[in-house]
T-cell receptor
């Protein structure tokens, strides 16, 4: 059964304190791993797609990496505005199936 | 930019009512999806559509139906609303089955 597991469920950081979020997956034939950011009360906002092991993508303070079993979202020197829930998803047929997310809180 | 628009941000409906949630996308995307999001359960797929008049059940279709009469519009229908359908409903669309999905702003539905 295709499955996506994210850890930790919640993460509290001080401004400038770098860390990583984990997304482990089991899927038959990966056709893309997707990262989204979701602010409270809003729809998820697309961040990255990764397709093959070893691939990396960056956007501002965020860097996503992919191995054959998991993906990491590295957050370097986070700011309070990075506080959000981060979701990862894999493709199952036409649709995406999501992990439950990691809620990141960054305090100044 | 892709825009996915859901017709309502907030809805309050009574138990037993028939409820329509509307979603429109403006980028000629082939695929459209309905998810619901609940605390501790994450996003769960209700239904999706890969073409006009075509639909597929997701993981939790019970109590719901969908309609896609035009490519840009995908409706979620709660035939007889129940309190356990109180949730955040999210519509999304994607160009192909290999590209990212873009989400609307969500509809928070409360059934009383």
């Amino acid at each position: 059964e295709d499955q996506v597991t994210q850890s930790p469920e919640a993460l509290r950081l001080q401004e400038g304190e770098s860390s990583s979020l984990n997304c482990s997956y089991t899927v038959s034939g990966l056709r893309g791993l997707f990262w989204y950011r979701q602010d409270p009360g809003k729809g998820p906002e697309f961040l990255f797609t990764l397709y093959s092991a070893g691939e990396e993508k960056e956007k501002e303070r965020l860097k996503a990496t992919l191995t054959k079993k998991e993906s990491f979202l590295h957050i370097t020197a986070p700011k309070p505005e990075d506080s959000a829930t981060y979701l990862c998803a894999v493709r199952r047929g036409t649709a995406l199936i999501f992990g439950k997310g990691t809620t990141l809180s960054v305090s100044s | 930019d892709v825009k996915v628009t859901q017709s309502s941000r907030y809805l309050v409906k009574r138990t037993g009512e028939k409820v329509f949630l509307e979603c429109v996308q403006d980028m000629d995307h082939e695929n459209m999806f309905w998810y619901r999001q609940d605390p501790g359960l994450g996003l769960r797929l209700i239904y999706f559509s890969y073409d006009v008049k075509m639909k597929e059940k997701g993981d939790i279709p019970e109590g719901y139906s969908v309609s896609r009469e035009k490519k840009e519009r995908f409706s979620l229908i709660l035939e007889s609303a129940s309190t356990n359908q109180t949730s955040m409903y999210l519509c999304a669309s994607s160009k192909t089955e290999n590209t990212e999905a873009f989400f609307g702003q969500g509809t928070r539905l409360t059934v009383v």
